[in-house]
């Protein structure tokens, strides 16, 4: 009877672990790298592309989805009203429950901004106007509620390219505030950017504020903190926005940060980059890839830790050719893939080895403009930023595409992605679409 016992609950320990691993709790996935464990995706698609089993109505807006236990989480917008939370069925797309909290205020490119985080029975958001909310799952009601801006003084209304980088400024960027939630151990974490605290961190049960960094240099941007690895320690990557773009940038740089302390570690300010989005990526040993668009490109930096105890940042490259405009790169078997059409060029896909060389670009046929893009399977399944999904072999070789459909309406459609259970999760600026890839 233990023995029987014993293999009951090992079953149902890995049937929890696999429902976990099935999720998409946050911006980018799991881990943040847009890298998702599902095997058994569709090798091919028919003519009219996966079968979409549902399409529900939504604001406009960038923000994408979070999947965790069945459920999907989207916060929208209406910029005459504010921000509401909804949660759909992921399997009917039947809207469960939602909460909506009054925030009015239009930037330009309105509408939503970022994805939820799931964490337990909280859901973590935060709107464009800096409000960041811990949501019950099971009452549907906040638990608690802070303010990322005006909490810590407001700070560089907009990027620094357009206002001077020394001034702080009370008025929000002028595209909002674009933060994703990052869940860490007992932490939210996110970049306020003002005059009085770079990153905080709250506890994420209570609201507490644990720790606040200093201010950092540089503007505010729009990039989200990330976590990467540097001799096996979590380090927390942020990035500010430089004043001016090109060559003539400067004030802004990439700092490392104890996510438990929000002691700074290491500072690199060899990268200079007027509106940063994409968040820093984790490359492997110590290696951290920058990139950007408005002629920033990439850039690969080593951070290492020094004999007296303290860490070091060595620049290893920089590629003008190769970067990223609002979705953070993607690395699979040693190679980086991203769409790097930008204000200034329109090289679409492009493919990038770990040393910096650019393997090859679609340019604009196919054209691939700021859409979303996951790794799955050894497969990228990515939207165009405009009508097309696609279903790509990734390789160092060329674009291989395997499938292509258009189900999305035209216009800018620049949501990060969601997969979970073989559904696919994809929207543009008008609904929220559930497509079948996997068997």
């Given at each position: 009877m233990k023995g029987k016992a014993a293999l009951i609950a090992l079953l149902v320990t890995l049937s929890i672990v696999g429902a976990l691993a099935a999720d998409w709790p946050q911006y980018y996935g799991l881990n943040r790298d847009g890298t998702s464990t599902e095997k058994g995706l569709l090798?091919?698609?028919?003519?009219?592309?996966?079968?979409?089993l549902w399409t529900v109505p939504v604001g406009i807006g960038y923000g994408g989805p979070a999947v965790a236990g069945g459920k999907v989480y989207l916060l929208d917008r209406d910029d005459k009203v504010g921000d509401t939370l909804r949660c759909f069925d992921l399997a009917s797309g039947k809207e469960l429950w939602s909460f909506a909290y009054p925030s009015p205020g239009r930037f330009d490119h309105p509408g939503s901004r970022s994805t939820p985080a799931v964490d337990g029975e909280r859901v973590y958001t935060c709107g464009p106007r800096g409000d960041l909310y811990s949501i019950d799952t099971g009452t549907h009601k906040p638990v608690w509620q802070k303010n990322i801006w005006s909490d810590f003084g407001g700070g560089t209304g907009v990027p620094a390219g357009f206002r001077d980088a020394g001034s702080r400024e009370s008025s929000l960027p002028i595209w909002g505030i674009a933060q994703n939630p990052l869940v860490y151990r007992n932490l939210v974490i996110v970049?306020?950017?003002?005059?009085?605290a770079g990153v905080v961190a709250?506890?994420?049960?209570?609201?507490?504020?644990?720790?606040?960094s200093p201010a950092l240099p540089g503007g505010a941007g729009y990039v989200s903190p990330s976590i990467v690895k540097v001799g096996g320690e979590d380090h927390l990557v942020m990035v500010t926005a430089a004043q001016g773009f090109g060559r003539?940038?400067?004030g802004g740089g990439v700092y490392g940060v104890d996510p438990l302390s929000g002691k700074l570690l290491w500072t690199y300010s060899g990268w200079q980059c007027g509106i940063p989005i994409p968040h820093a990526v984790d490359a492997g040993e110590g290696r951290v890839l920058v990139t950007g668009g408005y002629r920033a490109g990439a850039a690969m930096i080593k951070v290492e830790k020094k004999a007296d105890g303290g860490y070091g940042a060595t620049e290893l490259f920089k590629n003008p050719d190769f970067g990223s405009h609002t979705q953070p790169p993607i690395l699979h078997n040693g190679h980086f893939y991203a769409q790097y059409t930008t204000n200034e060029r329109s090289d679409g896909l492009v493919s990038m080895s770990m040393d910096g060389k650019v393997n090859w670009r679609t340019g604009e046929e196919p054209a691939f403009v700021r859409g979303g893009i996951i790794l799955a399977d050894g497969l990228l399944l990515a939207t165009d930023g405009n009508t097309m999904v696609y279903l790509i072999e990734p390789s160092p070789t060329g674009f291989k595409p395997l499938a292509s459909t258009g189900l999305l309406e035209p216009g800018e459609n620049w949501a990060p992605l969601a997969l979970a259970g073989g559904k696919l999760l994809i929207r543009d600026q008008k609904s929220l679409k559930c497509l079948q890839v996997a068997r």
């Open positions: 090798r091919a698609w028919p003519k009219e592309g996966p079968r979409v970049a306020s950017q003002t005059s009085q709250y506890d994420k049960l209570t609201g507490e504020l644990a720790w606040k003539n940038a400067g």
